[in-house]
């Protein structure tokens, strides 16, 4: 069943600016956070020596807050990159409240990145790190939908193929014909929410279902 959404209601669920949870998200893995802090401290000190051997210079102002900006990047790139992921959904032209049922459920092994390392040999080795993500596919009376993919954790071993879920679908049309996006999911039974990124503002979507569902009805 999908119950288009009205005009208004996308700003409800998705905010423009990220969420707390939604910065821990995008803040990333312990590989991605310290990419980000040597970007934020080696850009930060580069930035603020060049700005100190320009003191008497006009651009001595612009090289500080450079610095200050380089610093901070810890802090403002995460912001920047989860408004960007929300900002991308809120503009595909269409959106419905989705409720189906799980049709599968399976598990997938995957890369999330490789390096070489020195074995105790002194040989080089290629080290891969791998998780479990869990797919689950998605249908309603009218057929297949899609599928949510997102990392495995332990609290996920219970979702079986039959669970009600809801979700927000986004489309170009009006007619959903073609789905472009899905967001993060919501299964009321088991008070359960999957996905790889948390789209919805969750306790706003759980209440906005109750009340459309229930006109629905």
């Known amino acids: 069943m999908l119950i288009p959404l009205r005009p208004g209601e996308i700003d409800k669920l998705i905010p423009a600016v990220a969420t707390g949870d939604q910065f821990t998200s995008a803040l990333g893995n312990p590989r991605k956070i310290l990419q980000r802090i040597l970007i934020s401290s080696i850009g930060g000190v580069i930035t603020l020596l ?85 797919i689950i596919e998605l249908e309603d009376e009218d057929g297949y939908l899609g599928q949510i993919s997102f990392p495995m954790e332990k609290k996920h071993q219970i979702i079986r193929p039959g669970y009600l879920v809801r979700c927000l679908v986004f489309s170009d049309d009006n007619n959903f014909n073609q789905i472009k996006a899905i967001s993060d999911a919501w299964l009321p039974s088991q008070r359960l929410w999957v996905g790889k990124y948390p789209y919805l503002l969750r306790p706003a979507f759980e209440e906005l279902c109750t009340i459309r569902i229930n006109q629905r009805n």
């Open 50 to 134: 060049i700005s100190q051997s320009q003191v008497a210079s006009q651009f001595y102002s612009l090289w500080l807050v450079t610095g200050v900006i380089f610093i901070l990047y810890l802090l403002w790139g995460p912001i920047v990159e989860a408004s960007q992921r929300n900002g991308k959904l809120r503009r595909i032209g269409t959106a419905a409240i989705f409720e189906g049922e799980i049709s599968d459920v399976y598990k997938e092994e995957k890369i999330e990145n490789r390096h070489e390392q020195a074995s105790k040999t002194g040989e080089l080795e290629l080290i891969e790190n791998r998780r479990t993500w869990m």
